[in-house]
């Protein structure tokens, strides 16, 4: 297997949280150092209003990435967290439903690349590791 793949769909949450840029902002910067997981760049967030008003956002990890999708008006949240390294989904659920508070929720949870050839990464990884160790490879 490849990696574990959350989805987590939030109702009746409060509408000034989904519509709070910096809110989103700061769940995405904070949620892989919960996860154990690696940032690559800033978390990118914007807030629109057409078709209804909501916050989209962004954060690419090294495993992959986490995304938030808000609609205000249905006080809903589309949270999505695909990573290619194990992470906690137990702990990621409760982080979000913490911080978004919902009135119900619906998680699930999948394993991807079933077919991914992991034993290939693997070698490639151990490769790394020792090439470096002697020096000879990229740092």
Same mark, same amino acid.
């Given at each position: *297997? ?54 989209? %956002? ?51 949870? *999948?394993?991807? %690349? ?26």
């Amino acid at each position: *297997m490849f990696g574990p793949h959350l989805t987590l769909d939030c109702y009746g949450c409060k509408k000034e949280k989904l519509k709070d840029a910096e809110f989103i902002k700061n769940i995405l910067e904070n949620l892989p150092e919960v996860l154990g997981l690696h940032k690559l760049s800033p978390a990118i967030v914007n807030y629109y209003d057409k078709p209804t008003p909501g916050v989209s %956002g962004f954060i690419i990890i090294s495993e992959s990435h986490i995304s938030i999708h808000t609609f205000v008006e249905e006080q809903f949240a589309a949270i999505d967290i695909f990573s290619c390294k194990e992470f906690d989904p137990e702990k990621a659920i409760n982080f979000l439903v913490k911080a978004f508070q919902p009135e119900k929720f619906e998680k699930k949870f *999948m394993r991807r %690349g079933k077919h991914y050839p992991i034993e290939i990464r693997r070698a490639l990884q151990l490769s790394i590791k020792e090439r470096r160790n002697l020096g000879r490879g990229p740092t």
